[in-house]
């Protein structure tokens, strides 16, 4: 186990709706990046978040927004949503103690987001 | 743009054999390159690392090469074992951006008993 969760595990939403994803990573963590993953396809880089400020964001439209908090738990927000959004989402958490290590990112186990 | 290629057949092998997956680039020189493990329904597992001054990476039974002039990474797994079948995805920094990665679709491997 990596010691990042995700909640939910499984939601379901209707076009044009909004949803909050949320990651819980491990302390001391203070890097997490969020990925979109398709069917059969790789993780997308959505954006990425440092000591709780935005640093960089991937090829999504601005109705993807996120939060990053003290705690090292972290949100992941979609406005609008369409069919295409319909994806396994992954955070991912990083720390920069050493060189090495910031490098490891340790992925949660996912939500699976399906938009009807 | 930054892309990535990986076999997306699936490879079936005997339990025994060295298992050898292929990641490809172009339009592109990354700093380093990495390996993932992801079983289904789970997130991807860090493997390996390899940086762009390393032509070689080993880590128990795993072996990675890194060639920079053919833009190519070869990920080996020895005496495979069928433990080992999972997605294996190979991921390169985003240009200009440490830790934001760029993934390939993954390879499904699948070792046999």
């Known amino acids: 186990e990596t010691g990042v969760t995700q909640s939910p595990t499984h939601l379901i939403k209707t076009r044009g709706q909004q949803v909050t994803l949320r990651c819980s990573s491990q302390?001391?963590?203070?890097?997490v990046s969020w990925y979109q993953q398709a069917l059969g396809q790789g993780p997308q880089f959505i954006f990425q978040?440092?000591?709780?400020?935005?640093?960089g964001r991937g090829n999504f439209p601005p109705r993807f927004s996120g939060l990053q908090f003290p705690n090292y738990s972290s949100e992941l927000n979609v406005n609008a949503l369409e069919l295409d959004d319909s994806a396994l989402y992954l955070c991912?958490?990083?720390?920069?103690?050493?060189?090495?290590?910031?490098?490891?990112?340790?992925f949660g186990p996912g939500t699976r987001l399906t938009v009807t | 743009s930054q892309k990535i290629e990986q076999n997306s057949e699936a490879l079936n092998i005997q339990e025994g054999k060295t298992a050898t997956l292929t990641c490809n680039y172009t339009?592109?020189?990354?700093?380093?390159l990495q390996w993932y493990r992801q079983d289904p329904g789970r997130g991807p597992v860090f493997l390996l690392l390899?940086?762009?001054?390393?032509k070689e990476k080993r880590k128990e039974r795993l072996k990675v090469t890194f060639d920079t002039t053919l833009k190519q990474s070869l990920f080996h797994i020895t005496a495979s074992q069928p433990a080992d079948s999972a997605t294996y995805l190979c991921?390169?920094?985003?240009?200009?951006?440490?830790?934001?990665?760029?993934f390939g679709a993954g390879t499904r491997l699948a070792v046999h008993p």
């Open positions: 991912a958490s990083s720390h920069d103690q050493t060189p090495a290590s910031f490098y490891e990112q340790y």
């Open positions: 302390s001391g963590h203070n890097t």
């Open positions: 978040y440092y000591r709780e400020e935005e640093n």
């Open positions: 339009n592109y020189s990354p700093a380093y």
């Open positions: 390899i940086r762009e001054n390393e």
């Open positions: 991921a390169l920094p985003l240009s200009g951006g440490y830790n934001k990665l760029i």
